[in-house]
């Protein structure tokens, strides 16, 4: 696509529920990047793909965050057991290895 | 954790007038780089420097970066009401694990 689609924009939830969040990067860009953004704040790292790999997952909260790229492409944050202090603009970036990222308008999640 | 400060937290000016924001920065980097957010919206790339430049321009940017002082600015010149956006710095590290980490950001109000 023309770039970083991220879905859904908007996600409410309960605390306790498992939520999903997609990034579609844009195509043939190698590099992967999940950040999350507070109010004010700048970007946190989160993690980051090479292809399928995961390469850094030190930004990771908690053992209740995850996330994947099977075929190296779109990738998936996952975080189980929701909590309210999860709540945040959860924001996805690509890259083709060169060291400029790109952004998608990330998903806005609100953990009831 | 936040990679860089940026100073100030919030700048106003008139259309017209010239626009500095600084970063600092606590770990070694191998560039530095300067996004945009707009009110809602993604983070747009601005410009890199990489650690051996000095100095860098970009249209009506200028971007300084001094290693020894751990610091960079970031000049706007000839501002814009449409210039009116958040400003990050973030530094960016490692080489096969390559990681941008960002600063809380300037907000940035340009008034007509």
């Known amino acids: 696509g023309a770039g970083v689609s991220q879905s859904p924009r908007y996600k409410v939830t309960k605390r306790g529920q498992d939520v999903a969040l997609r990034c579609d990067p844009i195509?043939?860009?190698?590099?992967l990047y999940w950040y999350r953004q507070a109010l004010g704040q700048g970007p946190e790292f989160l993690t980051y793909f090479n292809y399928e790999a995961q390469q850094d997952k030190s930004g990771l909260p908690n053992d209740r965050f995850s996330a994947e790229r099977p075929e190296g492409s779109i990738s998936t944050l996952t975080i189980q057991r929701t909590e309210q202090r999860d709540s945040a603009m959860y924001r996805c970036?690509?890259?083709?290895?060169?060291?400029?990222?790109?952004f998608g308008s990330g998903t806005q999640l609100s953990v009831l | 954790s936040q990679q860089g400060e940026e100073d100030p937290q919030a700048l106003s000016i008139q259309e017209g007038e010239n626009a500095t924001m600084n970063c600092s920065y606590k770990t070694s980097i191998n560039n530095l780089q300067w996004y945009r957010q707009n009110s809602g919206r993604g983070l747009v790339h601005l410009i890199l420097?990489?650690?051996?430049?000095r100095e860098k321009h970009s249209g009506r940017l200028r971007v300084t970066l001094d290693t020894s002082k751990k610091s960079s600015s970031l000049l706007i010149t000839a501002s814009r009401a449409a210039d009116t956006a958040s400003y990050f710095c973030a530094g960016g590290s490692g080489g096969s694990n390559y990681k941008l980490t960002f600063g809380k950001g300037t907000l940035l109000t340009v008034n007509p």
């Open positions: 195509s043939g860009h190698v590099s």
């Open positions: 970036a690509s890259s083709p290895l060169s060291e400029k990222l790109f």
């Open positions: 420097i990489r650690s051996n430049e």
